[in-house]
């Protein structure tokens, strides 16, 4: 039985009924209920459980008693959570301590809450670390940038490659900052939802980063190398057919900020139906 009541707490609200996602829970005499037809639609999303306000729904795959009740006086203010959105900022400067290995576990852990496509979750990752091997991969990405140079003269050109491999000619990092974890991303080449999910995955384990004290940065270049650069993916080794969606830099930052850098105002334009004018939120 994919989710199962208690008859003794539920109160035939019908909040679970409403809210999911594909529509298969449904209103019975004694109570919702899911199809055996319809189970294999379930994407275990657990909106189910964490919707019901008595507890009194389990999910195959997670119990009530599993799923941690939201604590709503842990929530951000809205003047917090514009503190702690803005305040991120790339870091270009590392701590050449590394990071503990159950502290990167729980940033991916924080990462895994990120949005997926039909709540697939594919992205997997992998943990590069230590100096010797972050600095193997930036070799390979300026490997690239000089296979770049050759190939597609006019993009070395526009992203000012020959700057990145100067400074590595004289022993800075820009590619990998001398991070001492570079953290990627991957997941099956045929997944629809995965360049959007591990995108969105970075974009949560950068700001649970802030949350950590740690510091993080997009890591462009290895990505763009990743993805095409064939010495670089045999370095990388993933699983078969499996390819990189993105990467990060993670580890302790050098330096803290002390202001908030301006933003560009948001571009936006609006449109309504001709009929929606003066209606809610037109
Ligand atoms: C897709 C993407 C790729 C990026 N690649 C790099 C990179 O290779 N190296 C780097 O130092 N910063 C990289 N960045 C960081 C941006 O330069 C940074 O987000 C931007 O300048 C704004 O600064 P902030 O993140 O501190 O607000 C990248 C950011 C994104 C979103």
Request: aromatic share 6%; net charge neutral.
């Amino acid at each position: 039985m994919l989710i199962r009541i208690d008859p003794e707490k539920c109160t035939r609200c019908g909040a679970c009924v409403a809210d999911c996602p594909i529509r298969i829970v449904r209103m019975t005499e004694p109570g919702p209920m899911v199809a055996e037809d319809d189970a294999p639609l379930c994407i275990a999303c657990g909106h189910c459980v964490a919707v019901c306000p008595e507890a009194a729904l389990d999910h195959a795959a997670m119990t009530a008693a599993t799923c941690p009740p939201v604590d709503r006086g842990e929530a951000f203010t809205p003047e917090q959570a514009a503190q702690f959105l803005r305040a991120r900022r790339s870091i270009r400067q590392y701590r050449e301590r590394s990071v503990e290995p159950e502290v990167l576990v729980r940033l991916l852990r924080l990462a895994s809450w990120a949005p997926s496509g039909h709540n697939s979750q594919p992205v997997e990752w992998l943990v590069l670390s230590g100096p010797s091997e972050v600095r193997r991969m930036s070799g390979l990405v300026a490997d690239w940038m000089r296979w770049l140079e050759t190939a597609h003269p006019e993009t070395f050109r526009l992203l000012h490659l020959d700057r990145v491999l100067g400074a590595a000619a004289r022993g800075e990092d820009r590619i990998l900052r001398g991070a001492p974890h570079l953290i990627v991303a991957h997941a099956p080449k045929d997944s629809r939802v995965a360049p959007a999910a591990a995108i969105t995955a970075l974009a949560y384990l950068e700001l649970a980063a802030t949350s950590l004290d740690l510091g993080t940065c997009w890591a462009g270049y290895f990505s763009a190398a990743a993805a095409v650069f064939t010495p670089l993916q045999e370095a990388l080794a993933l699983p078969d057919g499996h390819g990189t969606l993105g990467a990060a830099m993670v580890g302790y930052p050098v330096v803290r900020y002390s202001r908030i850098p301006l933003r560009r105002e948001p571009r936006i334009s609006w449109r309504h139906g001709h009929s929606d004018r003066g209606a809610p939120g037109a």
